[in-house]
């Protein structure tokens, strides 16, 4: 994918006129990873954000424990690392390619000056942020106020909705990302996919889970 390719497919660039496509892709720089490799680590000086092209991004932090916490996996559109844009502070997680991943990179200073000249930018990136506010916001709730049991059953509707409303979802992460971002363990992740299949909620074969029961998977949540 190139540079426009890239800002066409960002929900932060919907609906920007062709110039102001252009302007973004002459400031942008593309920076490729292999899997494995960080893009940034927590308390990095936030000069810029970036967009997914390709590939899939893992933000987490670390607990003084040493364990790792998975907040978020984002794949292609999807902009990352943009809150410091606005605040000039350092970068509040750290950012690593789960697969070799193409993005673009937005320098802060130029990006800045470019909302600046074009508020339509600024808007866009409200909408963006406020729903990333709102996600932010179900996951607290599903991790201080439900059981594991239910943040599954959560977040295998959301990948159906996701993923075309279909029956078959694929998760895109392995199953111990999955239970870093559902704030469990891999063996306790086993065991209620186990017993999922047992009540006949859903079907389990490697990453792709067959829903064989949606309400019974709602009333769950």
Same mark, same amino acid.
């Given at each position: 994918?190139?540079?426009?390719?890239?800002?066409?497919?960002?929900?932060?660039?919907?609906?920007?006129? $062709?110039?102001?496509?252009?302007?973004?892709?002459?400031?942008?720089?593309?920076?490729?990873?292999?899997?494995?490799?960080?893009i940034f680590f927590e308390g990095d000086l936030g000069i810029g954000?970036?967009? &997914?092209?390709?590939?899939?991004v893992k933000i987490s932090k670390i607990s003084f424990a040493g364990k790792e916490h998975i907040l978020h996996i984002f794949s292609g559109g999807e902009?990352?690392?943009?809150?410091? &844009?606005?605040?000039?502070?350092?970068?509040? $997680?750290? $950012?690593e390619a789960l697969m070799k991943t193409r993005t673009l990179f937005f320098p802060r200073?130029?990006?800045v000056s470019l909302v600046e000249a074009n508020p339509s930018l600024a808007l866009n990136m409200l909408a963006v942020l406020s729903l990333r506010l709102r996600k932010f916001a179900t996951q607290i709730e599903n991790l201080s106020l439900k059981e594991v049991p239910a943040r599954l059953a959560?977040?295998?509707?959301?990948?159906?909705?996701e993923?075309?409303?279909v029956d078959i979802v694929e998760?895109?992460?392995?199953?111990?990302?999955? $239970?870093?971002?559902?704030?469990?363990?891999?063996?306790t992740l086993s065991r209620i996919f186990a017993k999922m299949s047992d009540?006949?909620?859903?079907?389990?074969?490697?990453k792709k889970i067959t829903l064989l029961d949606r309400e019974g998977l709602r009333e769950k949540v």
């Open positions: 994918m190139n540079k426009t390719e890239i800002i066409n497919s960002s929900i932060l660039f919907d609906g920007l006129p $062709a110039d102001q496509i252009e302007a973004l892709a002459e400031i942008a720089v593309i920076k490729n990873y292999e899997k494995g490799e960080n954000f970036y967009v &997914v092209g390709q590939g899939k902009p990352f690392g943009e809150v410091p &844009v606005f605040n000039g502070r350092p970068f509040p $997680a750290t $950012a200073d130029k990006f959560s977040y295998l509707i959301y990948l159906s909705e993923q075309g409303d998760l895109d992460i392995s199953k111990g990302q999955l $239970a870093s971002l559902l704030g469990t363990i891999p063996e009540e006949g909620l859903i079907e389990v074969n490697g």
